[in-house]
C-alpha cells in the first residue's frame, strides 16, 4: 500500500494557537502518540503518601525489567519522595478506578495522604518502602536507577526504576476472566488531539488497547499460500 497523502510539519502550523498548549509541544497534540498511564506512590518526607499520576512511561524487559518514565517534572512530590527514598509504586488503574486517580491532582497538598483522599486505598508494598494501590490491579514495586535531565537546564528528568516486585491481580492475567486487555485493562493517554490543517481539537481521552492476532493472521495467510 503506497501512502500518497503524507504532509509535512516542522514548525507550529499557523491554525494551532501555540500560546493554549501550557508549554507542551504542539508535535504531541498532532501525532497523538498514547502512553501508559500510570499512579505512582511513595511516601513523602511527612511520612503521608504520595501520588502522582504519570503518562510518560514506557517499560524495557532487558537485563531486568525497568520502567523509563520520560519526564518527571522535578517540582513534584513524586521527585521529592523518589529522592528521598530511592523507592517508589507503579500502579495501573483500569477505567473503574482512574477518576479516583484523577482526584489526586486536587488532592496535592503535601500534608495531604493523597490516596485516602482521593477514595482508595493505601497498602504497604511488601518489598520497598512505599504506599501501594490496593484498587489497582497491577502495582510494580521499583527501585531509583538512575536520571537525566531531558535536555540541558530542564526542568523535568528522564528516570530509570528497576522494578524488584509485581503484584498482580489473577483476574488480569487470567484471559477467562478479565484479562490484562480491553475494556477492563491497561489505560493510555490521548492529548487532545489538534488537526494540523484546521486547528480542529479534540477533547483529551483515556485509550483502551485492543489485541489484534496479528501473528496468526500472517501464519493462515502463509499457510493459504
Ligand atoms: C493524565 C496525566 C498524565 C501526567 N503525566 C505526567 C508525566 O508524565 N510527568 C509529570 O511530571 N507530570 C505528569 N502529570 C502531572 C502530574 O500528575 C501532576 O503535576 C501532579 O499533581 C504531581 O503530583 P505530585 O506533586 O504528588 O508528584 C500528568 C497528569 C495527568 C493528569
Not at 484523577?102 to 490516596?115: A, H
Not at 526504576?161 to 492475567?173: E, T
Not at 479534540?202 to 501464519?219: F, M, N, R, W
Request: net charge negative.
Amino acid at each position: 500500500m503506497v501512502i500518497d497523502m503524507k504532509k509535512e510539519f516542522s514548525t507550529c502550523p499557523e491554525a494551532i494557537d501555540e500560546s493554549r498548549l501550557f508549554g507542551f509541544s504542539w508535535m504531541e497534540f498532532v501525532a497523538g502518540i498514547p502512553s501508559p498511564l500510570v499512579l505512582v506512590t511513595g511516601y513523602k518526607e511527612n511520612g503521608k503518601p504520595n501520588a502522582s499520576m504519570q503518562s510518560w512511561t514506557s517499560f524495557v524487559g532487558s537485563g531486568g525489567y525497568y520502567c523509563i518514565f520520560g519526564s518527571v517534572n522535578k517540582n513534584t512530590h513524586m521527585y521529592a519522595s523518589v529522592q528521598q527514598t530511592k523507592q517508589l509504586v507503579i500502579n495501573f488503574p483500569d477505567k473503574d478506578n482512574f477518576l479516583k486517580c484523577m482526584d489526586t491532582i486536587q488532592n496535592n497538598d503535601y500534608e495531604n495522604d493523597e490516596v485516602t483522599m482521593s477514595g482508595l486505598t493505601a497498602e504497604p508494598a511488601s518489598k520497598v518502602n512505599a504506599p501501594r494501590i490496593r484498587e489497582c490491579f497491577l502495582n510494580l514495586e521499583c527501585e531509583y536507577v538512575w536520571e537525566k535531565e531531558l535536555f540541558p537546564g530542564s526542568e523535568h528528568v528522564v528516570m530509570c526504576v528497576k522494578v524488584v516486585n509485581l503484584c498482580m491481580d489473577d483476574a488480569y492475567y487470567n484471559n477467562e476472566k478479565k484479562g490484562r486487555y480491553g475494556d477492563t485493562g491497561y489505560l493510555y493517554n490521548i492529548r487532545s488531539l489538534r488537526n494540523p490543517e484546521t486547528g480542529e481539537t479534540e477533547e483529551a481521552a483515556v485509550g483502551i488497547l485492543q489485541k489484534y492476532a496479528v501473528y496468526d493472521e500472517l501464519k493462515k495467510e502463509k499457510e493459504s499460500r
